[in-house]
């Protein structure tokens, strides 16, 4: 296939690349399937080689695209570690699982580390906390922009069916047909942002993680809580409107808008701002993500279907 050299947009430059993959290193994940602090991989994993990774992953989407999606940027990130850090062996990667023609899923990642071989699923989400207080201490209140995904669903999704598929007999079956050893453990990795309402107390369900300050208001409130959260910083700070794949890791360039907006476009499903200093480039000092004034309507009707109302 004839491919072409792609400018170079601000997100597949090498120094975001390098961000993103920084930030996997050293964040915590929003849930892990084991709270124990030493079987995050991630952590493991010396970063002194992820400028030489940055580098070619620019590269490498430079000449053949980068990913629209995502997920498919996140999972992207990912391999680059597993395939060019030594600290890590990847055997496998998206191995498919069937029963004859059905597909039952596939197996995210199969590494070696520490000489333990881990079947690793990891999926990067951004949940929005709807609800009083109570509610959003239970997973069942934290949904996806869309409006078509939950933590507790994916949660449970993740226990019950994407952990078990190395353990099952048809995912042996797929690991000896491979060549590849059975796992020692089992691991699910949630990463992304826990939004919270830009209005209320901070809450979050038990056993999960808040990587960085990121909350979340209805187009129609949207301007009131941008002067709300920004007001505890002078007004050398402003907004940034971020591409979809810039969400990853908290931006670190100026800002491009003032403190005060006027107007702001209607989300197809949602924006994210991000708060910076106009002058100097910094880390983000927080994010808010504007839903469409649908959003929460909808999401309360996710929430009657958990029967948790």
Known sequence: ?????????????PDAIERELSWLLKVDPLWRSDTSVDCVPLKKICNGSITEIANNLSNEWAWHGAPKRLGRRFESLL????????????????????????????????????????????????????????????????????????????INHLL????????????????????LPTPDQTLGLIYGYLIQPWNAVDQRPEHTHDSHPAFWALHQQALKAMRHLSRPYSTDYGWT??????????????????????????????????????????????????????FEQEAHHMLDRAHIV
């Open 1 to 13: 296939m004839t491919t072409s050299h792609s400018v170079l947009s601000e997100s597949n430059h």
């Open 79 to 154: 391999t680059a570690l597993f395939e060019q850090t030594e600290q890590c062996k990847l055997l496998k990667h998206g191995l498919v699982v069937r029963d004859q023609k059905q597909t039952l899923g596939e197996l995210d990642y199969l590494i070696q580390l520490d000489s333990q071989v881990l079947h690793l699923e990891v999926a990067i989400k951004f949940y929005a906390g709807i609800g009083s207080s109570s509610d959003r201490s239970r997973q069942q209140a934290w949904i996806g922009p869309s409006c078509q995904d939950r933590l507790d669903i994916k």
């Open 160 to 179: 019950h069916h994407q952990l078990q598929l190395s353990q099952t007999e048809h995912g042996q079956k797929a690991l000896d047909q491979h060549d």
């Open 241 to 294: 409107r971020l591409e979809r794949d810039q969400w990853i890791a908290p931006y670190a360039g100026q800002a491009t808008l003032p403190q005060v907006i006027r107007s702001l476009e209607l989300p197809t499903q949602a924006d994210c701002y991000a708060l910076n200093h106009k002058q100097h480039a910094g880390v983000e000092k927080l994010r808010l993500f504007v839903m469409r004034n649908e």
